[in-house]
């Protein structure tokens, strides 16, 4: 370890902390990044599916090493079996190899200066006269004290480290989708499009997804949110759309997103929190990447004004959630509501909505032609009234 006293440190190794500490140490910052796993990106509990909008915003290339197909679409296929196609630019990007693109990441970031320790769990933070300075991990059984002028808490759905610091960042049951997923060969599937399945006898208050991975290989998986499911698990419901395909799983991995939106407050004296564990998620596709990426950048930039002013307290990094709400708020608030819309169908209104869509050009970034298509199914209409 090159120095013991950080300008920052950072909790959570993959997308949250890497692109955290990749802006942090090209604003100059001296930066440690923590991460408990002995690998960066293992054990993967993701899908893969990132936009073009990460790409280009984050000016990260889409290189080959990582990626594995490109998409250009999504189907969405409803309880009856009717389904239509949205090709929307927003869809448009790639599907990754999660365990490469997040390694790919701690590369760039170590390569701007980050040091990195992994097998290294932060447990608790070193507070002095109220203020943080600092973290306590432990690494092979030892004990170290890590001082630091800020820390970013990117550690996840289970985030352990915001909390030590006082903040409520606890997600109720009601708002987590519990996943599974498998990685199967011999699923045939076109390699450009991603395919979500809607119902509430296949995947309770979620969906299915089959993300094509090239070659006849894909990310299957299933979201659903326990509340609805009668206590059955995510993987339950993955078996048994799973077992209908002459299809072999040569992976299997679970995990959680949060969907019910960011949590209250995502600063404090002396830290900041980004990604899955601020709750920054879009809550009607579960997807968290570009989300956690645009928040991580804006959390380094304003950990990075904070020191060059010597003001890490609660009353300057406030900005921080100004900044992220402005740049992401809007349309994590409107998925939101399109989500609270999604749970309260029935696989009837399932139906009738993808009819409505069949054949139809679907602009996903405005609600005007939504109103437009589902004209004539009041039910729906009613819903969306309510809720918009
Ligand atoms: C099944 C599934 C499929 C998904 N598919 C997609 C998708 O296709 N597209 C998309 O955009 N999003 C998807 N998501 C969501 C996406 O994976 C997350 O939003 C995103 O990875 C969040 O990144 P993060 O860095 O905030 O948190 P995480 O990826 O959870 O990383 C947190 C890191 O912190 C580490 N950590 C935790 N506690 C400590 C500690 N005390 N000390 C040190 N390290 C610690 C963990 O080991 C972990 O590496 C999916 C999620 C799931 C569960």
């Not at 001296?30 to 000016?59: H, R």
């Not at 645009?294 to 930039?301: L, N, T």
Request: hydrophobic content about 40%; aromatic content about 8%; proline content about 3%.
């Amino acid at each position: 370890m090159k120095i013991v006293k950080y300008d920052l440190i950072v909790v959570g190794g993959r997308v949250a902390g890497s692109i955290s500490s990749f802006y942090a140490s090209k604003e100059g910052l001296k930066v440690l990044m923590i991460e408990k796993n002995p690998e960066i990106g293992t054990p993967v509990q993701c899908a893969g599916g990132v936009s073009d909008t990460f790409f280009k915003s984050m000016k990260i290339n889409p290189s080959p090493k990582f990626t594995c197909t490109r998409i250009r679409g999504a189907c969405i296929h409803a309880p009856s079996g009717a389904s239509f196609l949205t090709r929307d630019p927003i869809i448009t990007g790639y599907i990754v190899e999660r365990k490469v693109f997040d390694k790919h990441l701690a590369i760039l970031s170590a390569e701007q200066g980050t040091d990195i320790m992994l097998n290294t769990t932060a447990k608790d933070l070193i507070i002095k006269d109220g203020k943080i300075t600092g973290v306590i991990a432990k690494k092979d059984g030892q004990r170290f004290d890590i001082r630091s002028e800020i820390v970013i808490a990117a550690d996840g759905i289970q985030s352990k480290i915001a909390r030590k610091a006082g903040l409520d960042t606890r997600f109720k049951v009601d708002e987590i989708c519990s996943c599974a997923q498998s990685e199967m060969v011999g699923v045939n599937v076109k390699n450009d499009i991603m395919e979500f399945y809607l119902g509430n006898k296949i995947a309770p208050g979620g969906y299915f997804w089959i993300f094509p991975k090239g070659e006849e290989r894909a990310n299957i998986g299933v979201g659903i949110r326990r509340k609805e499911c009668n206590m059955k698990s995510a993987q339950y419901y993955l078996k048994k759309f799973t077992s209908k395909l002459n299809a072999t799983e040569i992976e299997f991995n679970i995990g959680a997103v949060p969907i019910g939106g960011p949590v209250k407050r995502t600063y404090t004296d002396g830290l900041l929190v980004v990604g899955d564990a601020a709750g920054q998620v879009d809550p009607l596709t579960g997807g968290g990447i570009h989300i956690a990426a645009e928040c991580a950048k804006i959390a380094a930039e304003t950990a990075s004004d904070a020191i060059e002013e010597g003001r890490t307290d609660a009353e300057f990094l406030k900005v921080y959630e100004k900044r992220w709400y402005k740049k992401v708020g809007a349309n994590i608030k409107r998925s939101l509501k399109y989500r609270k819309i999604l749970n309260k169908l029935t696989d009837e209104d399932l139906n009738n909505l993808v009819e409505s869509l069949k054949g139809k050009e679907l602009n996903l970034d405005s609600k005007i032609p939504l109103f437009r298509l589902v004209k004539d199914y009041p039910n729906i209409l009613k819903l969306l009234k309510e809720i918009l």
